[in-house]
């Protein structure tokens, strides 16, 4: 089950405007299909490899580069309430007139900030009823969700170049999928014609290229994701380095078994991971 409780508010790097992230308390990854590639169709809850957008100034960006700005429970923000320690702080340099009055009302709010744990006030004016309830309702704003970056944008950010490392990778392993995609389709034809599809994979030189760089940064940032670099090594058609990588581990992991006997097999294309669980007929 995919469970949420209560919000992390994250400001764009670029912008600052704030979001509301929901917290996972535990999550399901389970999805209908995984193949290879890490591609997961129709799963419960899409990463999307940390890639975010912002609402406000669309910058694209990694979640873990966002500015941690506190915690709501709710989505909804009071702005007669400051409840943000950066928001709190920063607000009295926009004040030049700072009176006794004002300072009191300051220190009055950040007490009872403290006395909530730092969480917002509880919107309980939403559940007013009456003329005062449109009034109400003006003062308790909704914090934009990041955005997600879709496929189709993917290979026009990759080419502004102007990315992180970090982000590049991101951005070069969702493009991987993507371009991957045509692929699945064809492969899921083939399969219920009873055809072995792994022969109709050939990676474009597109493919290639972009497989070609995100190991290169996969080999510099991310050393031990073996089975990722494994992969890319077998759909690049170098079976023996995918082999080599992978016979270290303990056969334990799915995809990693998978991985290997298909680089044995000397089969290059993306191939679905099947589960223990997704083997068991209903009438076993
Ligand atoms: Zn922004």
């Known amino acids: 089950m995919t469970r949420f409780a209560g919000y992390r508010l994250l400001g764009c790097p670029t912008c600052q405007a704030v979001h509301a992230v929901a917290n996972l308390v535990s999550f399901n990854l389970m999805s209908f299909e995984t193949w290879t590639d890490g591609q997961k169709v129709h799963a419960l809850v899409d990463h999307r490899e940390g890639v975010r957008q912002c609402a406000s100034c669309d910058g694209v960006f990694l979640e873990r580069e966002t500015l941690f700005m506190g915690k709501a429970r709710t989505r909804w923000r009071n702005d007669e309430e400051p409840y943000e320690i950066p928001a709190f702080l920063l607000r009295p340099a926009n004040e030049p007139v700072w009176t006794m009055q004002r300072l009191r009302e300051k220190l009055s709010a950040f007490f009872a900030w403290v006395m909530r744990g730092g969480l917002p006030a509880q919107a309980s004016t939403h559940t007013d009823t009456g003329s005062s309830s449109a009034v109400a309702n003006d003062a308790y704003v909704e914090y934009p969700a990041f955005c997600y970056v879709p496929d189709t944008a993917l290979a026009g950010l990759i080419m502004q170049g102007s990315q992180s490392d970090e982000l590049m990778l991101a951005l070069r392993k969702l493009y991987w999928r993507y371009l991957n995609t045509p692929y699945r389709d064809t492969a899921r034809r083939l399969i219920e014609k009873g055809r072995d599809p792994t022969l109709a994979f050939m990676a474009s030189d597109l ?37 080599e990588l992978l016979s270290a581990l303990d056969g334990s992991d799915e995809e990693a078994n998978t991985i290997l006997k298909a680089a044995r097999q000397q089969v290059a294309a993306p191939v679905p991971v099947v589960y223990a669980w997704q083997r068991k007929t209903p009438m076993a």
Not at 207 to 219: D, I, K, P, V, Y
Not at 223 to 240: K, N, S, Y
């Open 207 to 243: 493919q290639t290229s972009n497989m070609r760089e995100l190991l290169a940064l996969l080999g510099k940032y991310r050393p031990e994701a073996v089975v990722t670099r494994a992969e890319i090594h077998r759909e690049l058609g170098e079976f023996t380095a995918a082999v």
